[in-house]
């Protein structure tokens, strides 16, 4: 056979396997229904509302469950450093509350003030609350450092208590006088 005869019979065959697979063309649409099982059903299609004109994100860190808990709050203006930290001491909303949120910080006891240095927080520390327990302050240090380092103009927070540096613990429990990220008190975070 030549050449040219064994192209076009080869081509032919191909043409005809293609023709024979194909999904055949109906005339009408029809309503096709979803298989039975755990994914029977259908997804909200209505899109998350979206943020208010006019207003910022303002991330605060409150405690479920012994995990800490990203809240988001719309604000008219962006908070300073000391503002978002007082809104933070400041406690969970009613709202909030309701949902379960707790604040490990014992109040304006705890914290005595915050400076700014460069991208670093101080946060000043007040005398302890008396009567706390090891895994509240944990959860009440790791709250001011995720709120804090949730800023985009905040990268970690180091603590001072009457002007010298501490040591504080991180969620693994061990001390350090380094300053912290919220990756320091990554295993505390609950899954969003």
Do not use: W
């Amino acid at each position: 056979m030549s050449r040219r005869v064994c192209a076009g019979a080869l081509a032919m065959a191909v043409a005809g396997l293609v023709a024979g697979c194909g999904i055949p063309v109906e005339r009408q649409p029809r309503t096709v229904e979803p298989p039975r099982g755990p994914f029977a059903g259908t997804a909200a299609t209505t899109p998350a509302a979206p943020p208010q004109a006019g207003t910022v994100a303002q991330v605060l860190y409150f405690v479920r469950g012994g995990a800490l808990v990203a809240v988001v709050r719309r604000v008219k203006n962006p908070p300073t450093v000391d503002g978002h930290l007082q809104q933070l001491l400041g406690g969970p909303t009613a709202a909030e509350a309701g949902t379960g949120l707790l604040n490990a910080l014992a109040g304006n006891a705890v914290i005595a003030g915050v400076r700014v240095e460069g991208t670093r927080a101080i946060v000043e520390l007040g005398d302890p609350p008396q009567g706390g327990s090891p895994r509240d302050e944990v959860l009440a240090l790791g709250q001011v450092v995720c709120t804090l380092t949730a800023r985009a103009d905040i990268a970690s927070v180091s603590f001072t208590h009457a002007g010298q540096p501490v040591g504080v613990p991180r969620a693994d429990g061990s001390l350090t006088h380094s300053a912290l990220t919220a990756a320091d008190f990554a295993k505390l975070i609950a899954p969003a």
